[in-house]
């Protein structure tokens, strides 16, 4: 089981943590701070599990994973040994004196193969809260036809970031719809959301009734604390939090990331078909959290958002809603490094397509087509002889949605920065920019590293995607100049001439 040595230090709300395994730092150095967390680095031998300063409390835990995609799993929390009924899911009396309560992501009758529930063992269950009242929206919706359809290539620089001394802004609050398309009620669709948030949830906490969302943080980690224990997840990570699992998300500076949400349908490991039984993605680098409870009391105070048919709504109650003792199945969150990812390439000539970099998936029911694509463009070798290396000039009948962790992207070293994105609509042509376009023909075609330091990725998707109100005009980040940038494309046709002579 993957560990992770971490140390907490929490206040009355919030919880930090850190890898201390993974960096050198001296005592006393704060790793991480926030608006209602610290965290200060302390070598285990010297530290004392029970100190109480000023309200702060200090504990050390490890911070544990289980390795594996869509396992089979179960977990306790180890404050509670034998929290785990044994032989049967649903006893007349749980251990601990506990509640089952089962956590369905398939229908009952979908093949075993497809079939996804966990069960959970808690304090109380999620069903102890008031009813749920409609909530302002803020940016967040499901309406495709706000706004008139625009086929044309659209790029934003990056998303701003509201400023914590103006504006106190969660993960929640902080959700902006970009992009979309399909119907929430019918199960069939996606939408791309940009959350920007500066400060904690607090004692708030979300879930969603409509889809997955696979989220890419971009500036900032998050701690992200589930029903099914804590992840920490920083930039060039992802993670998946699944339709009806509830989460919140502890923040220590001003935060930036992606979001791809799917309804209806769940993320799975693409086919590998002629590549064989490894690469990509393999299944043992997909980390799922360890139970991990709190019996925590927040009278009329703890606050649990819903989206539900794409508006959001709220319900209070009285209790921490991760209150999980134990658990098992195989419908979980997970998480997933990027580095991990095993890069397949060409090595003759000429280019083998996108799909090479798909970390994960979501099928539609035609055969080899998806709803959505999750595809990065990571650290590589470039090697291919006679060939254009950058990615070639192309007309899809999928849409594209890119966007920039860190770096450089290769086709455009200019106007595509980290924290942006670009849209390329069903059949809109892209490609390289001018100036790549020369560089990349002149250039003599010794192996290279491509991307080093970048890490740039795409949802694609079957669906012809609408753009929101908010991603065309309100965010004031559309970058007007874009289609500036193929004008400078020259006409290097030589009529006379079959064969010009080029570098090679």
């Known amino acids: 089981m993957p560990v992770s040595s971490a140390i907490f230090i929490r206040n009355q709300t919030t919880l930090a943590e850190t890898n201390s395994a993974a960096v050198e730092q001296n005592e006393g150095t704060v790793i991480l701070s926030g608006s209602c967390h610290i965290l200060v680095y302390i070598p285990f031998h010297k530290i004392i599990l029970q100190i109480s300063l000023i309200g702060w409390h200090l504990c050390l835990c490890h911070m544990q994973y289980i390795s594996g995609f869509g396992n089979e799993c179960a977990s306790e929390d180890p404050r509670c040994p034998g929290a785990l009924p044994e032989g049967q899911n649903n006893p007349q009396v749980c251990p601990y004196n506990l509640y089952a309560e089962q956590l369905s992501g398939s229908a009952f009758t979908c093949p075993r193969s497809s079939n996804k529930r966990s069960w959970l063992y808690r304090i109380l269950p999620s069903v102890s809260h008031k009813p749920f009242e409609s909530i302002d929206q803020g940016h967040v919706t499901h309406n495709w036809d706000e706004v008139d359809p625009d086929p044309n290539q659209l790029r934003w620089k990056p998303f701003e970031i509201p400023k914590a001394s103006q504006k106190k802004v969660d993960f929640v609050s902080g959700l902006h719809t970009l992009c979309g398309a399909g119907d929430i009620r019918s199960n069939n669709g996606l939408a791309i959301h940009i959350f920007l948030c500066n400060t904690s949830m607090g004692n708030r906490c979300f879930y969603n009734s409509d889809g997955d969302f696979l989220i890419v943080p971009q ?150 087509v998806a709803i959505a694509d999750f595809v990065i463009f990571p650290p590589r070798w470039g090697v291919a002889d006679k060939t254009f290396r950058p990615p070639y000039y192309h007309r899809n009948c999928m849409s594209e949605f890119m966007g920039l962790i860190k770096g450089h992207y290769e086709a455009k070293q200019g106007g595509f920065l980290p924290g942006g994105g670009s849209l390329h609509s069903t059949m809109t042509p892209h490609g390289p920019d001018a100036d790549c376009f020369e560089k990349a023909s002149k250039a003599k075609l010794a192996p290279e590293r491509i991307a080093d330091g970048t890490m740039a990725f795409m949802f694609e998707s079957s669906l012809s995607m609408a753009v929101t109100k908010w991603g065309l005009k309100t965010s004031n980040c559309l970058d007007e100049n874009y289609y500036k940038c193929w004008e400078p494309l020259k006409n290097h046709f030589t009529v006379n001439s079959r064969n010009p002579i080029g570098p090679n």
């Open 219 to 368: 500036k900032g980690k998050l701690l992200i604390y589930t029903e099914f224990g804590k992840m920490l997840v920083q930039p060039n990570e992802i993670c998946v939090i699944q339709r009806g699992m509830r989460f919140s998300i502890d923040v220590f500076e001003e935060t930036r990331g992606y979001i791809l949400e799917v309804y209806g349908i769940h993320f799975e490991l693409p086919d590998l078909g002629p590549i064989g039984a490894n690469g990509l993605a393999n299944p043992r680098d997909f980390l799922i959290p360890v139970a991990w409870f709190e019996d925590r009391q927040v009278p009329g105070g703890y606050i649990v958002i819903n989206k539900y048919q794409g508006k959001l709504f709220a319900a209070k109650q009285d209790v921490s809603p991760f209150n999980v003792v134990a658990w098992h199945g195989n419908y979980t969150p997970y998480k997933y490094n990027l580095e991990n990812f095993m890069v397949i390439n060409s090595v003759a000539f000429d280019h083998a397509d996108p799909s090479i970099f798909t970390v994960l998936t979501a099928k539609s029911l035609r055969p080899g």
